[in-house]
């Protein structure tokens, strides 16, 4: 009986300490299946404790980052504020610091090349960001199918011309031609001056009146060969838009690259003198050929690269350009080109501005879009592949600025790059840090004025649209939507007021494009060139 009793005692104990408590994740019925329902309510139980518990992780992880972010900075400070205790010790005086201050800080002063990736390539590897970027590629079938199927209803037949692109791009070999003489007068000439006065600098008994003349060389140049040539050839072979767009960019292109290899060279050369160098820092001539292909505008010797290049990824950057300029040709065909045709025609009302800028604004930002993603980071990554370019970033997230100070800032790192260390930051050193508000004048004014001659000569008349908005509404919403915004709705502000823009440029360059080409004048005067056509256009048909 005893035994019987412990054995009892076993079993009971045995079962007592298998049985599952009452809050188990998972219950078996009797016959041993698993309650699935209880399952699935557990699940969802979880799933809502794990969406609680996010907004949590993720401020954490903020707080942290941005903790991280700010001691890199103060560290940063704090080296810039001991490497500049360096270089002007309190026991100098106030001569030795005005020699000082003649000369500019060396290059690991200015931009900082690192290896990194261009954003969207990062953006692109998140499921939900590629799904974006699937809704585009839809959006160009459907202006092809919308296209193909208006042709064969109107026509019969499928019509495969593209006598837009034909058009546009046309008189290539002289485009070609004019390219090649440009950037080889780019090589020979900045290098062979910079070359000739660094070489005879150090012996030269008449130091100042050298460098004046071989700067005035040096600006002939930029003004006259790079400035003037270019324009003439445009003008008089009355080259199409995409045509005279090739010509003037790269012609800015290059005026700028040239600007920056003398302006980070020439310090060298004055402190290496001033130092009483044995030799003095010329770059070789491989150097600056790499600087002219590199996707940059600020010159360095060397650049972080790359191992290898991968020529897939190249060819796939190439095909998207591709792909862009033919979303732009469906998009002027179908959105553009049957609303403005007609338009010159039209008497002006203001019902009519309003309604073609609002109508304009979805081909804008189409536009806008394009243009970002083929030049920006297809065209400038595709480059920076072949040539192992290691810096990617060409832009950084304007999409996210709630600022238009920000959005400056952002949208093309390349050129605001160079304005904001040979334009804004020079402008600083010679007048002196209380003219700050004058500085980011002149950076407005510089950058609207090359923006307007830019679409000036391509389009071959002035119209003033891009120049008002930059030092109109430009300035006032710089001043007004600041970096202390920061909440989402200034980011709609910004975005709503983006779209307008981009509605404005389409719809009034559109209407004095056709009104150009509907009223053209038999013997125009230079100051027809300056008044608009589409004003009055209506009134001569």
Not at 109 to 129: C, Q
Not at 316 to 332: C, D, P, R
Not at 431 to 454: C, D, I, P, Q, T
């Amino acid at each position: 009986m005893a035994g019987e009793d412990c054995a009892r005692k076993r079993q009971s104990g045995s079962a007592t300490a298998h049985k599952p408590p009452e809050n188990e994740e998972v219950q078996r019925r009797p016959e041993g299946r698993v309650d699935v329902d209880h399952v699935i309510t557990r699940k969802m139980q979880l799933i809502a404790e794990a969406e609680q518990l996010k907004p949590v992780f993720m401020k954490e992880v903020d707080s942290h980052f941005t903790e991280f972010v700010n001691s890199l900075v103060a560290k940063s400070a704090f080296l810039d504020s001991s490497s500049s205790a360096s270089l002007f010790p309190a026991s100098c005086s106030e001569k030795e610091l005005h020699k000082a201050k003649s000369l500019r800080a060396p290059p690991e002063h200015g931009k900082i090349f690192t290896a990194r990736r261009s954003l969207l390539d990062e953006l692109f590897e998140v499921s939900h960001i590629r799904t974006i970027y699937h809704m585009f590629i839809a959006l160009l079938i459907v202006f092809i199918l919308s296209t193909l199927l208006v042709d064969f209803i109107d026509e019969g037949r499928l019509v495969l011309g593209f006598d837009l692109l034909v058009f546009v791009f046309g008189k290539f070999p002289v485009v070609f031609c004019t390219w090649l003489c440009m950037f080889c007068a780019t090589v020979i000439i900045p290098y062979g001056l910079f070359f000739h006065w660094a070489q005879g600098y150090c012996s030269s008994s008449h130091r100042v009146i050298r460098s004046l003349f071989y700067g005035m060389l040096f600006t002939l140049f930029q003004t006259v060969g790079l400035g003037f040539g270019p324009t003439y050839i445009a003008l008089s072979y009355a080259l199409p838009p995409a045509s005279r767009f090739i010509v003037i960019l790269e012609q800015v292109r290059l005026v700028m690259k040239a600007h920056s290899f003398v302006r980070e060279n020439v310090p060298r050369v004055l402190s290496s003198v001033k130092e009483k160098s044995s030799s003095v820092p010329i770059p070789r001539i491989s150097q600056y050929l790499y600087f002219l292909f590199a996707p940059t505008l600020i010159y360095r010797d060397n650049y972080p690269r790359n191992p290898m290049v991968r020529w897939g990824y190249v060819a796939t950057k190439f095909a998207q350009v591709l792909g862009s300029l033919f979303y732009a040709y469906y998009i002027f065909v179908r959105l553009c080109i049957p609303q403005f045709r007609n338009s010159s025609q039209e008497t002006f009302n203001l019902r009519g501005l309003v309604l073609c800028i609002f109508n304009s604004i979805l081909p804008g930002v189409l536009i806008l879009f394009l243009v970002f993603f083929a030049f920006l980071h297809c065209w400038l990554n595709a480059f920076a592949e072949m040539l192992r370019f290691a810096d990617r970033m060409f832009y950084k997230d304007w999409w996210n600025s709630t600022s238009y100070a920000n959005y400056y800032r952002t949208w093309n790192v390349v050129v605001h790059d160079w304005l904001y260390y040979y334009a804004y930051r020079d402008f600083l050193w010679f007048f002196g840090k209380k003219f700050r508000a004058a500085a980011m004048l002149s950076v407005f004014s510089v950058s609207a004025a090359v923006h307007e001659y830019v679409l000036s000569i391509c389009f071959g008349f002035f119209y003033p649209v891009l120049f008002c908005l930059f030092m109109c509404f430009g300035m006032v919403f710089n001043f007004i939507l600041n970096d202390r915004r920061k909440g989402p709705i200034w980011n709609v502000i910004m975005w709503t007021s983006l779209f307008l823009g981009q509605g404005v440029i389409i719809c009034l360059y559109s209407q004095e494009w056709y009104a150009r080409q509907y009223c053209p004048l038999e013997n125009p005067t230079f100051l027809d060139y300056l008044k608009p056509r589409s004003w009055s256009c209506h009134m001569q048909m």
